[in-house]
C-alpha cells in the first residue's frame, strides 16, 4: 500500500459564537492495489452549522467513513445512474446531491420518502426545507454530514481545483464560472401537484438541453484526453451520472 496522504485538521470542538461547530478533520488517502481509499472521521475540516434545526432534526455525530474507487478509471461506454452519493471530498466528506424525498401533500412536512407524486425534492432547490447550513451541507439520520452542493470553505482550504472523486474514481474539480452546466429549468407549469412554476425545488424541474453549457448531462468534459468531472454552482452542482466503473460503496440507498 502506498499512502497519498494524510491530513489532520484540529480546529476546536467548542460552540462557535454564532450557533456553528467546528471539529476536527482526519482523512488518510492511499492507494491499496488497484483502488484509492478515503478514510474518514466524517468531520469537515471547517466549521458546521447548528444540527438539529428547524429543517433538519438530526444531530452531527463523528463516524468512521471510507470509499474506495478505481485509482486508474476507465470510460466504459454507458452511464451509471441513481447512486447513492456522487463522490467524495479530498478531505473525505461525501457529496450526495440528491434526496430519497418526494413531495407529498398528505406529510406534515409536505414531502416523505413516498415516491408516487413522482417529484423529488432537490436538495439544493429545497436547501431551507431540508436544514442546510453555510456550506450547502446538512446531517442526515445516521448524523453523517454531507454536501449537497459546492462548499466555499472547502474549495477556499485547496491550493488548486481538486477537490474530490466522483464514484467511478475521475476527479471532481471546481473552477467556478468556468464550467457551465447544461441543466436548465424547464419553461411553463407543473402539469401535476404540486402545480407551480418550475423554480428548482424538485429535480424533475430540470431538462438537460445539449450545448446549453461546456459539460455533458454527467457535469463532465474531457480535458487534457482526460474525462474530468466539475463541481457547478447551479444544478446538478455535482456529477449525478458516470461515465465509468462506479464503486459498490456509492450504491444503494440514499
Do not use: K
Not at 398528505?106 to 432537490?122: K, Q
Amino acid at each position: 500500500m502506498l499512502r497519498l496522504f494524510s491530513l489532520s485538521a484540529l480546529i476546536g470542538l467548542a460552540a462557535m459564537a454564532d450557533g456553528a461547530f467546528a471539529h476536527e478533520n482526519e482523512v488518510d488517502v492511499r492507494l491499496e492495489g488497484a483502488q484509492l481509499c478515503v478514510t474518514s472521521n466524517s468531520s469537515p475540516n471547517h466549521d458546521i452549522g447548528q444540527f438539529p434545526n428547524r429543517g433538519n432534526p438530526n444531530s452531527f455525530r463523528q463516524q468512521a467513513t471510507r470509499v474506495c474507487v478505481d485509482a486508474d478509471p476507465e470510460v466504459t461506454g454507458r452511464i451509471t445512474q441513481n447512486t447513492q452519493s456522487s463522490g467524495v471530498s479530498v478531505t473525505g466528506i461525501l457529496f450526495r446531491p440528491g434526496t430519497a424525498d418526494f413531495y407529498d401533500a398528505n406529510s406534515p412536512r409536505g414531502f416523505s420518502r413516498d415516491p408516487s407524486s413522482g417529484w423529488r425534492l432537490e436538495g439544493m432547490g429545497a436547501a431551507e426545507l431540508l436544514g442546510m447550513d453555510a456550506q450547502n451541507a446538512h446531517v442526515d439520520h445516521r448524523g453523517l454530514y454531507h454536501y449537497h452542493g459546492v462548499s466555499e470553505a472547502l474549495v477556499g482550504s485547496q491550493s488548486g481545483s481538486l477537490i474530490g472523486w466522483a464514484a467511478d474514481g475521475f476527479e471532481i474539480h471546481y473552477i467556478g464560472d468556468a464550467a457551465q452546466s447544461g441543466w436548465q429549468l424547464r419553461e411553463g407549469t407543473r402539469a401535476s401537484a404540486p402545480f407551480g412554476a418550475y423554480d428548482g425545488t424538485f429535480e424533475e424541474d430540470w431538462v438537460f438541453v445539449e450545448g446549453a453549457g461546456n459539460l455533458d448531462q454527467c457535469n463532465a468534459a474531457v480535458v487534457n484526453g482526460t474525462l474530468t468531472y466539475f463541481a457547478t454552482d447551479t444544478y446538478p452542482f455535482f456529477p449525478r451520472c458516470f461515465h465509468g466503473t462506479v464503486s459498490s460503496d456509492f450504491m444503494g440507498r440514499r
